[in-house]
């Protein structure tokens, strides 16, 4: 009986340990200044640069899937094409050895385009970023990418999908005001793995996803 009631007391404590420090990572997300994080992106190719004037606060390590379909190609035959395309993933970090979800990634309509949203929008949405803690988004286009094992040091892996820059075109506070990616200015991929179109035959209209791995930096224009 003592040793069960021991046991259960360190499993008490580690719970309220993890809940309390996943409480002081919500605070600080919701509240910190951009520019104030410790944050440092590796060095990248200028094809996927992020201007100058803007500072990464927040990086996540994703774990999802690419989505491919099946088309016809112009010779008669077949092939994976690359679905609208249609990314699903959830970004974690580390916390007390524990992955913690902050952020979720998939494609919806941008609802507060900015200046550099294309007219008109697509109808099939764009990649959106969402907030686990406080609901806010940013909705971001590619505006430079580099091929998945040209880089040693920002996209290492080869055979993966693209390292990209994305740009902001639309951000929206959460329902209660929240900023954490409200003041999104750009979005680096980096350092993927997986996610490339099957190299298997296939028949029109077939759809396959294709697990990935990849760190999303989130950058804010300097104050």
Avoid at 110 to 127: C, M, Q
Avoid at 172 to 192: E, H, M
């Amino acid at each position: 009986m003592s040793k069960n009631v021991c046991q259960l007391s360190h499993r008490i404590a580690r719970v309220r340990t993890l809940f309390a420090a996943i409480l002081m990572i919500v605070c600080a997300f919701g509240t910190i200044n951009a520019g104030a994080q410790s944050v440092t992106p590796p060095t990248v190719p200028i094809d996927i640069a992020v201007p100058d004037g803007n500072t990464a606060f927040l990086v996540g390590h994703a774990r999802g899937s690419q989505g491919y379909v099946c088309l016809p190609t112009s010779t008669g035959g077949t092939s994976w094409t690359i679905d609208a395309p249609r990314p699903e993933a959830t970004l974690f970090t580390d916390l007390l050895g524990q992955d913690v979800q902050i952020i979720t990634h998939f494609l919806s309509k941008d609802e507060n385009p900015n200046g550099f949203a294309p007219s008109p929008l697509p109808l099939g949405g764009n990649a959106t970023w969402q907030s686990s803690f406080d609901s806010s988004r940013v909705w971001a286009v590619a505006t430079g990418h580099i091929d998945a094992g040209t880089d040693p040091a920002s996209c290492p892996h080869d055979g993966a999908i693209p390292c990209l820059r994305l740009q902001s075109i639309g951000n929206l506070k959460g329902p209660s005001g929240g900023r954490l990616l409200a003041n999104v200015s750009f979005v680096q991929r980096l350092n993927t793995n997986g996610g490339a179109a099957p190299t298997t035959s296939c028949s029109v209209g077939q759809t396959q996803l294709v697990g990935y791995t990849a760190d999303y930096y989130f950058f804010a224009k300097d104050k």
